[in-house]
């Protein structure tokens, strides 16, 4: 029997083993996953729920949403250094919410109470939250563990028990702070990672050993609108840590120029007296509880953005997302801030008074070509490949595949 190939059949057969072609690898990847999905133990200080206040807290959700996509099976445990939070629910809701929470995987989501309001959180306190965590290790089993260098009486030791029972597990260091912890608690078991090269400096120095770096996820499509007419200067986070104090007095020094203040304030920090004298500043505005998705409108309005941190950052990622929106930065030399910053803005010293920011602002504010230079350098400072996301997605999944590998065969 003669068959007719003319070329409307030849196309309609090649679109044919085409779409065959990709449907087929579709379908086996999906189950591929479902039955090799890989069970991941996060271990976190961090509340990770509600309106995150952080770089650390929007970093670890954004690598918990890169390795859902990857097909990973997450179960969080959130602490506050000794007591862990879980969801307990009314017994009228329970049979509802339970098997939500199941289907989506999210039946172990511990998280903590300054975010969901106590009437829906219980507790377990510490010492016996050690034993509920090494239980619920015992029970899952995971595949590998993630962790922080925070807590010496928690994360430490849960990620130490983790590691002595041979399941890989993997150490964020973002805060110089980590290395106050005691060295005997630092298992040499653990495979650590800085989220700069200035962390990942220091942690070898202290460690006597190498530790790789990640840089944070940041996502530029999340966080840039068109820019409109630059209207003020951003400060974002008025506490002490941040450097309130000397951004008050530039405030005070510049009473025309006006400043939008960002207070999504931290967790754990239950008070800010700093609060009544901004709002006493008539050049101050304060927006509140501002979601990360509603960052890109206030930065698409924003001249100067103002790093002001007293304390040791380890990245700092509002630079990058000011440098995205091609905003210059003055910021305190300290910590990692300036191999973030890059030419992106002006680097003052650490001891600098507050006359030394105030001439910085005024001269990027009144001298157009010099801000043009700055922003310039800012936009090409965010698009290097070591800010880029993709790249940064595949190293971190590269990390954990050479840790993972390097494990099974110790």
Same mark, same amino acid.
């Given at each position: 029997?003669?068959?007719?190939?003319?070329?409307?059949?030849?196309?309609?057969?090649?679109?044919?083993?085409?779409?065959?072609?990709?449907?087929?690898?579709? +379908?086996?990847?999906?189950?591929?996953?479902?039955?090799?999905?890989?069970?991941?133990?996060?271990?976190?200080?961090?509340?990770?729920?509600?309106?995150? =206040?952080?770089?650390?807290?929007?970093?670890?959700?954004?690598?918990?949403?890169?390795?859902?996509?990857?097909?990973?099976?997450?179960?969080?445990?959130?602490?506050?250094?000794?007591?862990?939070?879980? !969801?307990?629910?009314?017994?009228?809701?329970?049979?509802?919410?339970?098997?939500?929470l199941k289907l989506f995987n999210l039946e172990h989501f511990y998280y903590s109470s300054t975010k969901t309001g106590k009437k829906w959180v219980? *507790?377990?306190?510490?010492? #016996? #939250?050690?034993?509920? %965590?090494?239980?619920?290790?015992?029970?899952?089993?995971?595949?590998?563990?993630?962790?922080?260098?925070?807590?010496?009486?928690?994360?430490?030791?849960?990620?130490?028990?983790?590691?002595?029972?041979?399941?890989?597990? +993997?150490?964020?260091? =973002?805060?110089?702070?980590?290395?106050?912890?005691?060295?005997?608690?630092?298992?040499?078991?653990?495979?650590?990672?800085?989220?700069?090269?200035?962390?990942?400096?220091?942690?070898?120095?202290? $460690?006597?050993?190498?530790?790789?770096?990640?840089?944070?996820?940041?996502?530029?499509?999340?966080?840039?609108? !068109?820019?409109?007419?630059?209207?003020?200067?951003?400060?974002? *986070?008025?506490?002490?840590?941040?450097?309130?104090?000397?951004?008050?007095?530039?405030?005070?020094?510049?009473?025309?120029?006006?400043?939008?203040?960002?207070?999504?304030?931290?967790?754990?920090?239950?008070?800010?007296?700093? $609060?009544?004298? &901004?709002r006493k500043l008539p050049n101050i505005t304060i927006l509140e509880k501002m979601p990360y998705l509603k960052m890109k409108e206030i930065y698409?309005?924003?001249?100067?953005? $103002?790093? &002001?941190?007293?304390?040791?950052?380890?990245?700092?990622?509002?630079?990058?997302?000011?440098?995205?929106?091609?905003?210059?930065?003055?910021?305190?030399?300290?910590?990692?801030?300036?191999?973030?910053?890059?030419?992106?803005?002006?680097?003052?010293?650490?001891?600098?008074?507050?006359?030394?920011?105030?001439?910085?602002?005024?001269?990027?504010?009144?001298?157009?070509?010099?801000?043009?230079?700055?922003?310039?350098?800012?936009?090409?400072?965010?698009?290097?490949?070591?800010?880029?996301?993709?790249? *940064?997605?595949?190293?971190?999944? *590269?990390?954990?595949?050479?840790? %993972?590998?390097?494990?099974?065969?110790?």
């Amino acid at each position: 029997m003669r068959i007719n190939l003319d070329s409307t059949n030849v196309n309609h057969l090649f679109d044919k083993q085409e779409k065959n072609d990709r449907i087929i690898p579709l +379908i086996l990847n999906v189950i591929q996953k479902i039955i090799f999905m890989p069970k991941l133990l996060w271990i976190s200080s961090l509340p990770l729920a509600g309106i995150l =206040t952080s770089g650390t807290e929007i970093s670890a959700k954004f690598t918990m949403e890169m390795l859902k996509k990857q097909g990973w099976s997450i179960t969080i445990i959130c602490h506050n250094g000794k007591t862990v939070f879980f !969801p307990r629910f009314p017994k009228r809701y329970r049979f509802i919410l339970q098997p939500i929470l199941k289907l989506f995987n999210l039946e172990h989501f511990y998280y903590s109470s300054t975010k969901t309001g106590k009437k829906w959180v219980g *507790n377990v306190n510490y010492p #016996s #939250s050690l034993d509920f %965590t090494k239980k619920l290790i015992d029970k899952i089993q995971p595949d590998i563990v993630l962790g922080y260098a925070f807590s010496p009486e928690y994360d430490m030791k849960i990620l130490n028990y983790s590691a002595a029972k041979g399941i890989p597990v +993997i150490c964020f260091i =973002t805060s110089v702070s980590a290395f106050k912890i005691p060295r005997y608690l630092w298992s040499k078991k653990v495979y650590y990672i800085g989220n700069s090269r200035y962390t990942s400096h220091i942690a070898q120095h202290f $460690l006597k050993r190498h530790v790789p770096y990640h840089m944070p996820l940041i996502y530029p499509e999340l966080i840039t609108s !068109p820019r409109t007419q630059p209207l003020w200067v951003l400060f974002i *986070n008025p506490i002490p840590q941040k450097g309130v104090g000397i951004f008050i007095e530039i405030a005070k020094m510049m009473p025309q120029t006006r400043f939008v203040v960002i207070n999504n304030q931290w967790w754990h920090i239950q008070k800010n007296d700093s $609060l009544n004298t &901004l709002r006493k500043l008539p050049n101050i505005t304060i927006l509140e509880k501002m979601p990360y998705l509603k960052m890109k409108e206030i930065y698409a309005q924003t001249k100067v953005l $103002l790093v &002001l941190s007293a304390m040791k950052e380890t990245f700092c990622r509002v630079i990058i997302e000011a440098h995205n929106n091609s905003i210059p930065v003055i910021a305190r030399k300290i910590g990692a801030i300036p191999e973030t910053l890059g030419q992106g803005g002006i680097l003052v010293r650490r001891q600098a008074p507050p006359e030394d920011y105030v001439q910085a602002l005024t001269r990027l504010l009144n001298d157009q070509s010099l801000y043009n230079q700055y922003s310039i350098a800012a936009y090409k400072n965010s698009q290097q490949p070591r800010f880029n996301s993709k790249i *940064n997605e595949n190293k971190f999944m *590269n990390l954990i595949e050479d840790f %993972t590998k390097k494990d099974a065969t110790d």
